[in-house]
């Protein structure tokens, strides 16, 4: 999850722009929005690495006071943020963390500012800071993720297989991620080299196209 091991494409490299221009952010917070698996957690724990952020689940504002989660910090990453999220506790924390010249990094699915926020207060907030789309991945993108976690698994795949999937896979980095955990489980299970196959296998078994 380390700046080295993140794949730069055309649909993150805006999003790693902005977290590349911390602390020089015209806003409290920043959001960075996307489909599962297309790099939001990975792109917050770069930041987190530099700023020293806690991490926090957004889900926990239903049980804890805020100033209880995030103590004296001055940055803080709130992953996974829903629409369901208190808004008063979502609220005092954004001032509270800006009062103290902090920072907020929000990762969610849609754009904060579209959910339906009721508090006039924290919806002018966060349609106030920027939010940055991570786009869906396009072929160069998801082959260099597929490599790469081969390699991490230290499994040899051709060239070939990988256009083979690339062909008929769904156009997602959590696409690529399962696939490659499936076609390296199955392999081991089997004990057998990965081959077009097994890769027509594991595709029928995740819903992608054998054709």
């Known amino acids: 999850m380390g700046r080295d091991e993140f794949i730069v494409a055309p649909c993150n490299e805006n999003a790693l722009l902005w977290i590349d221009r911390w602390p020089d952010w015209p806003a409290t917070g920043l959001a960075l929005y996307g489909s599962p698996g297309c790099g939001k957690s990975h792109l917050a724990e770069i ?37 369901e999220v208190p808004e008063q506790a979502l609220f005092h924390l954004y001032n509270l963390v800006g009062e103290r010249g902090g920072h907020i990094l929000f990762t969610a699915l849609e754009a904060p500012a579209r959910y339906d926020i009721r508090l006039p207060d924290l919806l002018s907030r966060l349609r106030a800071m920027p939010a940055v789309a991570i786009d869906d991945p396009d072929d160069a993108a998801l082959g260099a993720v597929m490599r790469k976690m081969f390699a991490d698994r230290q499994l040899p795949v051709s060239e ?15 696409a690529a991620r399962t696939i490659a955990h499936e076609i390296d489980r199955a392999a081991l299970a089997e004990r057998r ?14 819903g992608g196209n054998t054709i």
Not at 53 to 74: C, G, Q, Y
Not at 193 to 206: E, G
Request: no cysteine.
């Open 47 to 83: 930041w987190r690495a530099r700023s020293g952020a806690r991490v926090i689940e957004a889900a926990a504002m239903t049980v804890h006071n805020p100033l209880e989660l995030i103590s004296d910090a001055k940055a803080l990453v709130v992953e996974n943020l829903p629409a």
């Open 160 to 174: 070939d297989i990988i256009q083979f999937l690339l062909a008929r896979m769904e156009r997602s980095f959590l």
């Open 193 to 206: 080299q990965v081959t077009i196959p097994l890769a027509k296998t594991v595709l029928a078994a995740v």
